[in-house]
Structure formats: C-alpha cells, structure tokens
T-cell receptor, first 112, second 115 residues
Framework: AQSVTQLGSHVSVSEGALVLLRCNYSSSVPPYLFWYVQYPNQGLQLLLKYTTGATLVKGINGFEAEFKKSETSFHLTKPSAHMSDAAEYFCAVIASFQKLVFGTGTRLLVSP | DTEVTQTPKHLVMGMTNKKSLKCEQHMGHRAMYWYKQKAKKPPELMFVYSYEKLSINESVPSRFSPECPNSSLLNLHLHALQPEDSALYLC??????????????FGPGTRLTVT
C-alpha cells in the first residue's frame, strides 16, 4: 500500500534561510505525490504535484520538490524563507481510486 | 477558478441535534470528498463521491450521512454526534476518481464542536 513518511514534526528556520521539508514514500507502483500547505484555521492549498515526467517540480510561492526514485524521496524546498511561509505542510500520495494518503505533517516555524 | 466553498464556517451542536454541512464547487469536477481533521493531525478520508454516486465509505459511523444532490453539491448530514466527533470537516473535489492523478482542491472547512 502506498504511504508517505514526513521526517520532523517541526522545522525551524530563520527568515531568508533555506527551507527543507522531508518526505519519503513507499509505493509498489509509480507514485503520484503532492505537497499541500495549511495555514491556521484554513483548508489545504495545493503547492505542487508530481505525476510523471520532469523530476524537479516547481510550485507556487517559490517552492519546489524533486522526485528521487533511488531515494524514494520527494523533499520540498524553498531557497529563502519568508515569515508568511509559517504553516503546516503535508506530503501526500495517491492510493487507489484517488484516495489521498497524507503524511503526519511538518510545522514550519520562521523566525525573524 | 479553483474554489471550493463550505458552509457554515463554524457549527456548534448538541448530541441530539440534526445539522448539515454543505460544500459546493463550480469547476466541473465529478469527484467530491469529505475529510475529517482532528487537531494536529492530517486529514482522514471519510467519503468519496464519483459522478454523484458514493464510491468509498471509509467505515464511517452511520451518524454521518453523505449526500450528493448534483455534481456541484455535496452535503454531510449529522445526527446524534458524540463529543469526539468535534473536528474540522474538509470538503474537496477533483476531476474524477479514475486512474489519472488529478489533484484535489480543498475548501476552507467547517469547524464542528459537539457539546
């Protein structure tokens, strides 16, 4: 069964620093992977997705992720953190029939 | 337009009440979803509707009753809930539930408190 594991429940960075949020997947078939962001008391917003093709995926708000099959990883990065990036980030994989399976989430804290 | 709307934003109900949550999308999507999210946890799938038919029920208690009146609307009827049902209820939609990896778009959620 497809699943994702997010390493680190909390990640703290300074404003302007590199953001790296880790996600590893487990899948017996080529996975379809997503990153979502959730701001406090809001729904989930799609940041980016990987289906097939280019392994470096660019998303909204300056985020990108690289699909690495050899490492079964799909880490999310942003070169320079902004205070407005503080939120909960979820990695997710599609299981059968569009069932989204989420990781446990990583809370990104950005300090001035 | 990638908007999914949900009403109400907040709902407080007693354990004997009957209430409904509503979700609407105008993106022409044919799949709609209900998720439940407890504090500091990821969303958990409850139901999936595909082309207005219930295709997945994740063993949800019968006190939650979904309804899809048409391809744009999704309701969740609530009856005799328990305090542990208090959570953020999220609606989502996608193009369909086929094998293509269509992304899901989420609404802002309804914060439900059961007293």
């Amino acid at each position: 069964a497809q699943s994702v594991t997010q390493l680190g429940s909390h990640v703290s960075v300074s404003e302007g620093a590199l953001v790296l949020l880790r996600c590893n997947y487990s899948s017996s078939v080529p996975p379809y992977l997503f990153w979502y962001v959730q701001y406090p008391n809001q729904g989930l917003q799609l940041l980016l997705k990987y289906t097939t093709g280019a392994t470096l995926v660019k998303g909204i708000n300056g985020f990108e992720a690289e699909f690495k099959k050899s490492e079964t990883s799909f880490h999310l990065t942003k070169p320079s953190a902004h205070m407005s990036d503080a939120a909960e980030y979820f990695c997710a994989v599609i299981a059968s029939f569009q069932k989204l399976v989420f990781g446990t989430g990583t809370r990104l804290l950005v300090s001035p | 337009d990638t908007e999914v709307t949900q009403t109400p934003k907040h709902l407080v109900m007693g354990m004997t009440n009957k209430k409904s949550l509503k979700c609407e999308q105008h993106m022409g999507h044919r799949a709609m979803y209900w998720y439940k999210q407890k504090a500091k946890k990821p969303p958990e799938l409850m139901f999936v509707y595909s082309y207005e038919k219930l295709s997945i029920n994740e063993s949800v208690p019968s006190r939650f009753s979904p309804e899809c009146p048409n391809s744009s609307l999704l309701n969740l009827h609530l009856h005799a809930l328990q305090p542990e049902d208090s959570a953020l209820y999220l609606c989502a939609s996608s193009q369909d539930t086929g094998r293509s990896p269509y992304e899901q778009y989420f609404g802002p959620g309804t914060r439900l408190t059961v007293t």
